[in-house]
């Protein structure tokens, strides 16, 4: 149990567009969601953490108005990333945990790359 | 201020060797502690946690941890590696603040390569 899924698994977008990505709690209802970002060989930076039906909280440094975040229902939060640029390109992963519950459960990643 | 310190940025051991990695905390008090494990391009999966009683947790694929509260510790160890275990591994810390879900902190892992 506790498996995350997300879509796309890599994408690559010109910038100036702007791309989405999901993430799904596929047999768990997943009351708050995080979206890390992650540099090559380095540790995830958090951006921010959404509970379900409630705006997302983004950490400092974060521009809430680029990385819009949706957490519409209790198995589905969306990342997107608008106007993006080069040094948006990176790793981003997804993570979910249920209500009382404290360990988060990963999704697979999202590679994104900006040209 | 909260943190965590994975000392040993890089390890590399014998296939069949055990294997210690080492997690030191700073934390204002007994927080939860992860260990999560991640592959070369992938998201991370969780291999133990710990959150009261027995200070020796048992994880997925033969790992376990012991936290020493005198130390601020939470060591990840491994009696014998395989090929497999080859990835990158992160400690982390949460907080104990009850009926939600809270930020965790993870160091900064330690990638752990194995010699044939």
């Known amino acids: 149990g506790a498996v995350v899924s997300q879509h796309p698994s890599w994408v690559i977008c010109k910038s100036g567009t702007s791309v989405k990505i999901e993430c799904r709690s596929l047999?768990?209802?997943?009351?708050?969601m995080f979206w890390y970002r992650q540099f090559p060989k380095q540790s995830l930076m958090l951006m921010a953490t959404?509970?379900?039906?409630?705006?997302?909280?983004?950490e400092q440094g974060v521009e809430k108005d680029k990385f819009l975040i949706n957490h519409a229902s209790l198995t589905l939060s969306t990342l997107t990333v608008t106007s993006a640029h080069p040094e948006d390109s990176s790793f981003y992963i997804c993570?979910?945990?249920?209500?009382?519950?404290?360990?988060?459960?990963f999704g697979p990643g999202t590679r994104l790359t900006v040209t | 201020a909260q943190s965590v310190t994975q000392p040993d940025i890089h390890i590399t051991v014998s296939e069949g060797a055990s294997l210690e990695l080492r997690c030191n905390y700073s934390?204002?008090?007994?927080?939860?502690l992860f260990w999560y494990v991640q592959s070369p391009g992938q998201g991370l999966q969780l291999l133990l946690k710990?959150?009261?009683?027995?200070?020796l947790v048992q994880g997925i694929k033969g790992f376990e941890a012991e936290f020493k509260r005198s130390q601020s510790s939470f060591n990840l160890r491994k009696p014998s590696v395989h090929w497999s275990d080859a990835a990158e591994y992160f400690c982390?810390?949460?907080?104990?603040?009850?009926?939600?879900?809270?930020?965790?902190?993870f160091g900064s892992g330690t990638r752990l390569s194995i010699r044939p």
């Open positions: 710990y959150f009261s009683g027995d200070t």
């Open positions: 934390y204002g008090a007994t927080p939860y």
């Open positions: 993570s979910a945990s249920r209500l009382a519950a404290p360990e988060q459960y």
């Open positions: 047999d768990f209802q997943a009351t708050t």
């Open positions: 959404s509970n379900e039906g409630s705006k997302a909280t983004y």
């Open positions: 982390a810390v949460g907080p104990q603040s009850g009926s939600s879900a809270s930020k965790i902190i």
